[in-house]
T-cell receptor, first 110, second 117 residues
Framework: TQLLEQSPQFLSIQEGENLTVYCNSSSVFSSLQWYRQEPGEGPVLLVT?????EVKKLKRLTFQFGDARKDSSLHITAAQPGDTGLYLCAGMNRDDKIIFGKGTRLHILP | DVKVTQSSRYLVKRTGEKVFLECVQD?????MFWYRQDPGLGLRLIYFSYDVKMKEKGDIPEGYSVSREKKERFSLILESASTNQTSMYLC????????????????FGEGSRLTVL
């Protein structure tokens, strides 16, 4: 069974700090998505990465896909309270099946 | 603006009742999905559909059925609700192979929180 392990499960930091969350697997994915979900809402797509080593930036968020396309990271610079939420990674395997991680719950303290 | 709309944000039902959860998308997507989300378990796929009148079982289909009579609409049915079906239900849609570059991006609705008493 393919798994995507997200770490840490929970993270609580002060506004202005930097942080990195991780999404790891022993399997190769043809693409990987990051979503953010706020309480009581559905996940919202942030980014898709498809090429090994790819780096994408979305304002203060930097997403990286591992060279071997087995892992990914999300780095947030100068975290803001509006970054609070559940961050989910999801990978598409070679059978076109979507595998979700269980998420990292991030809380930014003002 | 692209949109996936779920008919009910919050529902409270009694054990044994029949429950319909409706989902409509306006993006002309071929693929539609139903997930449930529970603390500690993440998102689990219940059913999906790659075309009208077509359905496939996901990882946890027991106790559920689906209907896809029109391309834009995908309904989830709980024939006889049970307390262990209390959950957040999420509908999603995506492009299909042949509709463009398929990367697995999902577009979610706002969710339907179901409580079964």
């Amino acid at each position: 069974t393919q798994l995507l392990e997200q770490s840490p499960q929970f993270l609580s930091i002060q506004e202005g700090e930097n942080l990195t969350v991780y999404c790891n697997s022993s399997s190769v994915f043809s693409s990987l998505q990051w979503y953010r979900q706020e309480p009581g809402e559905g996940p919202v797509l942030l980014v898709t990465v498809v090429t090994g080593g790819e780096v994408k930036k979305l304002k203060r968020l930097t997403f990286q896909f591992g060279d071997a396309r087995k892992d990914s990271s999300l780095h947030i610079t100068a975290a803001q309270p509006g970054d609070t939420g559940l961050y989910l990674c999801a990978g598409m395997n070679r059978d076109d099946k979507i595998i979700f991680g269980k998420g990292t719950r991030l809380h930014i303290l003002p | 603006d692209v949109k996936v709309t779920q008919s009910s944000r919050y529902l409270v039902k009694r054990t044994g009742e029949k429950v319909f959860l409706e989902c409509v998308q306006d993006m002309d997507h071929e693929n539609m999905f139903w997930y449930r989300q529970d603390p500690g378990l993440g998102l689990r796929l219940i059913y999906f559909s790659y075309d009208v009148k077509m359905k496939e079982k996901g990882d946890i289909p027991e106790g559920y059925s689906v209907s896809r009579e029109k391309k834009e609409r995908f309904s989830l049915i709980l024939e006889s609700a049970s307390t262990n079906q209390t959950s957040m239900y999420l509908c999603a849609s995506s492009l299909a192979l042949g509709q463009g570059v398929y990367t697995g991006e999902l577009f979610f609705g706002e969710g339907s929180r179901l409580t079964v008493l």
